[in-house]
Protein backbone atom coordinates (compact mmCIF):
# COMPACT_ATOMS: atom_id res chain seq x y z
CA UNK A 1 0.00 0.00 0.00
CA UNK A 2 1.39 3.57 -0.78
CA UNK A 3 0.41 7.33 -0.61
CA UNK A 4 0.74 9.27 -3.69
CA UNK A 5 0.07 12.59 -1.40
CA UNK A 6 0.00 15.62 -3.29
CA UNK A 7 -0.56 19.18 -1.89
CA UNK A 8 -0.27 22.09 -4.18
CA UNK A 9 0.70 20.43 -6.92
CA UNK A 10 3.56 18.74 -5.59
CA UNK A 11 3.91 15.08 -4.50
CA UNK A 12 5.66 13.93 -1.02
CA UNK A 13 8.65 11.91 -1.58
CA UNK A 14 11.11 10.29 1.11
CA UNK A 15 14.56 8.94 0.63
CA UNK A 16 15.40 5.53 2.33
CA UNK A 17 18.62 4.55 4.44
CA UNK A 18 21.45 3.98 3.31
CA UNK A 19 21.51 0.67 5.27
CA UNK A 20 17.82 -0.19 3.42
CA UNK A 21 17.35 -4.05 2.38
CA UNK A 22 15.61 -3.12 -0.71
CA UNK A 23 16.14 0.28 -2.25
CA UNK A 24 18.56 1.73 -0.30
CA UNK A 25 19.11 5.25 -0.64
CA UNK A 26 16.59 5.75 -3.14
CA UNK A 27 13.30 8.28 -3.05
CA UNK A 28 9.92 6.87 -2.84
CA UNK A 29 6.33 7.60 -1.92
CA UNK A 30 5.46 6.30 2.11
CA UNK A 31 3.48 3.38 2.92
CA UNK A 32 4.19 -0.12 3.57
CA UNK A 33 2.84 -3.57 4.08
CA UNK A 34 -0.77 -4.85 5.76
CA UNK A 35 -0.34 -6.65 9.43
CA UNK A 36 -2.41 -9.38 8.94
CA UNK A 37 -6.23 -9.14 8.87
CA UNK A 38 -5.53 -4.95 8.69
CA UNK A 39 -7.93 -2.78 6.54
CA UNK A 40 -6.28 -1.66 3.75
CA UNK A 41 -7.35 1.86 4.22
CA UNK A 42 -6.39 1.27 7.86
CA UNK A 43 -3.22 0.22 7.34
CA UNK A 44 -2.02 2.92 4.64
CA UNK A 45 -3.50 5.64 7.03
CA UNK A 46 -1.12 3.60 10.05
CA UNK A 47 2.10 3.25 7.65
CA UNK A 48 1.61 7.35 6.13
CA UNK A 49 1.74 8.50 9.71
CA UNK A 50 4.36 6.16 11.11
CA UNK A 51 6.52 7.27 8.03
CA UNK A 52 5.79 10.91 8.04
CA UNK A 53 3.79 11.76 11.08
CA UNK A 54 1.03 13.25 8.32
CA UNK A 55 -2.75 12.07 8.82
CA UNK A 56 -3.98 11.54 5.46
CA UNK A 57 -7.31 11.55 3.97
CA UNK A 58 -7.94 8.68 0.89
CA UNK A 59 -9.68 9.60 -1.95
CA UNK A 60 -9.15 7.42 -4.44
CA UNK A 61 -7.22 3.90 -5.77
CA UNK A 62 -5.07 5.42 -8.10
CA UNK A 63 -2.76 2.68 -9.58
CA UNK A 64 -1.56 -0.99 -9.48
CA UNK A 65 2.17 -1.94 -9.80
CA UNK A 66 3.28 -5.40 -9.90
CA UNK A 67 6.93 -6.14 -9.86
CA UNK A 68 9.59 -8.97 -8.55
CA UNK A 69 11.93 -7.62 -6.12
CA UNK A 70 15.55 -8.42 -6.33
CA UNK A 71 15.08 -11.54 -3.72
CA UNK A 72 12.71 -13.01 -6.52
CA UNK A 73 9.71 -11.68 -4.43
CA UNK A 74 6.41 -10.76 -6.08
CA UNK A 75 4.66 -7.48 -5.08
CA UNK A 76 1.30 -6.00 -6.18
CA UNK A 77 1.71 -2.20 -4.75
CA UNK A 78 -1.44 -0.56 -4.52
CA UNK A 79 -0.95 3.08 -4.64
CA UNK A 80 -4.11 5.61 -3.36
CA UNK A 81 -4.50 9.22 -4.18
CA UNK A 82 -4.29 10.88 -0.75
CA UNK A 83 -4.44 14.77 1.02
CA UNK A 84 -2.63 15.63 3.91
CA UNK A 85 -4.40 16.79 7.24
CA UNK A 86 -1.80 18.19 8.86
CA UNK A 87 1.11 19.57 8.43
CA UNK A 88 4.42 19.28 10.10
CA UNK A 89 6.10 16.20 8.84
CA UNK A 90 8.12 14.00 11.20
CA UNK A 91 9.98 11.23 9.38
CA UNK A 92 10.99 7.93 10.87
CA UNK A 93 14.08 6.39 11.38
CA UNK A 94 14.24 4.36 7.87
CA UNK A 95 14.11 7.76 5.50
CA UNK A 96 16.78 10.70 6.25
CA UNK A 97 15.01 13.59 4.10
CA UNK A 98 11.39 14.56 2.20
CA UNK A 99 11.00 17.02 -0.59
CA UNK A 100 7.63 18.10 -2.04
CA UNK A 101 8.09 17.06 -5.63
CA UNK A 102 6.95 19.23 -8.63
CA UNK A 103 4.83 17.30 -10.81
CA UNK A 104 5.20 19.97 -13.43
CA UNK A 105 8.95 18.73 -14.15
CA UNK A 106 9.45 14.97 -14.05
CA UNK A 107 13.04 15.40 -14.03
CA UNK A 108 14.81 12.90 -11.38
CA UNK A 109 11.73 11.17 -10.16
CA UNK A 110 12.07 7.59 -9.28
CA UNK A 111 11.29 5.60 -12.55
CA UNK A 112 8.40 3.42 -11.32
CA UNK A 113 6.63 6.98 -10.23
CA UNK A 114 6.90 8.21 -13.93
CA UNK A 115 3.85 6.91 -15.37
CA UNK A 116 1.63 7.42 -12.43
CA UNK A 117 2.82 10.91 -12.07
CA UNK A 118 1.79 11.40 -15.74
CA UNK A 119 -1.46 9.23 -14.96
CA UNK A 120 -2.46 11.76 -12.46
CA UNK A 121 -1.82 15.05 -14.72
CA UNK A 122 -3.22 13.07 -17.63
CA UNK A 123 -6.99 12.20 -15.33
CA UNK A 124 -6.78 16.01 -13.87
CA UNK A 125 -6.19 14.03 -10.32
CA UNK A 126 -5.10 17.96 -8.97
CA UNK A 127 -9.25 18.38 -8.86
CA UNK A 128 -9.32 15.77 -5.96
CA UNK A 129 -6.90 17.41 -3.72
CA UNK A 130 -7.17 20.84 -3.93
Known amino acids: MKAFIVKEGKLLILKRIKNEVHYADKWDIP ?3 LLP ?4 F ?5 ETKEETGLDVEILLPFAVNHFVRDDGQKITMMIF ?3 PLSGDIVLSKAHTEY ?3 DLGSLNGLQ ?3 VPIAKDFSRYKLGN ?3
Open 128 to 130: FVS
Open 81 to 83: LCR
Open 42 to 46: DGLKR
Open 37 to 40: GEDP
Open 111 to 113: DWL
Open 99 to 101: RWF
Open 31 to 33: GGR
